[in-house]
């Protein structure tokens, strides 16, 4: 799987080395291949994905994994309609800077609850220094959801990535939060 991957150097900015995952789409075989290992890394019914990348990866498993039934798009400003109090906005910090993203409470309503939480699993493209993921985890976990009047806690069970660059941190910084399983480590 690391054979597929591409690399740019400076990218979005000198120093960065950008991981392209696109060639995992250029491919049935290999797309297949990961698709299947995602599957069997998630554990949770609802899963977190942002954008673009992570919405990929985590649209396929609804009919891949027969466990998975709910999707939770992340997205950017202006992204997402809602209705008044339904939008939790998420600073995030990047390795290369912050940014704001956003989910729908109602999209985490319409999922599968385990007693009283909504465990969920995190589902991205590229694991470096961790900052999205952590920033959407402690979001959530401080989220309350009301579904019929009974108000649920959202736990974060995983992180799943489909690359990490192991050699910047994220895992370890994640990994007090979650286990983290990457389908590829380069």
């Known amino acids: 799987m690391k054979d597929v991957l591409k690399y ?6 000198e120093g960065i080395i950008f991981v392209d ?6 491919n049935k ?12 890394a998630t554990t949770t019914p609802n899963v977190i994905a942002p954008e ?8 396929p498993l609804l009919t891949e994994a027969q466990h998975v039934e709910n999707i939770v798009p992340v997205r950017k400003s202006g992204k ?11 600073l995030i910090e990047k390795e290369y800077g912050c940014d704001k993203l956003y989910y729908r409470l109602s999209d985490i309503a319409v999922g599968k609850p385990t007693g009283d939480t909504f465990e969920v ?6 694991l470096a220094t961790g900052g999205t993921a952590e920033g959407l985890a402690e979001s959530l976990e401080s989220t309350k959801v009301m579904v019929d009047g009974k108000e649920y806690g959202v736990k974060v069970k995983e992180f799943v990535f489909i ?24």
Do not use: C, H, M
């Open 163 to 186: 690359v990490e660059i192991g050699d910047l941190g994220g895992k370890a910084r994640l990994e007090k939060i979650a286990p983290v399983r990457s389908i590829t480590v380069i």
């Open 21 to 26: 995952i696109i060639p995992y789409l250029q």
């Open 52 to 59: 673009a990348r992570g919405f990929l990866f985590a649209a």
């Open 80 to 90: 997402l309609p809602f209705a008044e109090g339904d939008l939790k906005e998420v």
């Open 121 to 126: 699993t995190i589902l991205d493209d590229v």
């Open 29 to 40: 075989a290999v797309f297949k291949e990961l698709i299947s290992r995602v599957a069997e």
């Open 8 to 13: 740019y150097k400076d990218f979005p900015k």
